[in-house]
């Protein structure tokens, strides 16, 4: 698996996949109650290519899994009880990680993960930081699994209807 960022050419390419996973989660159980051609989405994917920070998994040329790593927690971060006091900018976050529905299971997301991990090491940061919706359960056991610490569930005042809470881990380095 080759994991490199976006690069604008990759746009369509990459929010067709988000897309086909918005769908897959409609059909089936949404855990992260993603909204299909809203977020994420082209329009998203764009955005994040943009800034830099927009991820793409490839498997024989052939996008696998897709996620957002930067150093913006996109909404109040600050009301989370981390077990350390580090400003914005002293950790990264990851976001809209999605896997192939069809390769679900077989070790992907641990690989983005691990990659995330890798990452923030790499550039000097603190901590590695993420939210998940509470219900999102395959994902909530991921980061268990991959040595992050559950801390609480906060309002991130993203005001976004029908998730008032997110769950907050961290992983410290």
């Not at 988000?18 to 809203?38: F, I, M, Q, S």
């Not at 989405?41 to 930067?70: H, P, R, W, Y």
């Amino acid at each position: 698996m080759i994991i490199r960022l976006c690069t604008p050419e990759d746009i369509p390419s990459v929010g067709n996949f988000y897309d086909g996973v918005v769908k897959h989660l409609d059909e089936h159980v949404n855990y992260p109650k993603w909204t299909y051609k809203v977020y994420p989405s082209e329009d998203s994917v764009k955005v994040m290519t943009e800034a830099g920070c927009q991820f793409l998994c490839l498997e024989s040329d052939k996008i696998i899994g897709a996620f957002v790593l930067n150093d913006d927690p996109q909404g109040a971060y600050e009301n989370a009880a981390w077990s350390n006091s580090l400003s914005k900018g002293d950790y990264m976050v990851c976001h809209a990680l999605a896997t192939a529905p069809s390769l679900q299971g077989t070790g992907i997301g641990k690989r983005i993960v691990e990659f995330c991990i890798d990452y923030t090491k790499r550039h000097a940061y603190k901590a590695l930081r993420l939210d998940v919706v509470p219900d999102n359960v395959p994902a909530r056991k991921l980061y268990e699994k991959s040595g992050f610490t559950y801390v609480g569930d906060v309002d991130l005042e993203r005001g976004l209807a029908g998730i008032p809470l997110f769950s907050m881990y961290e992983l410290n380095l």
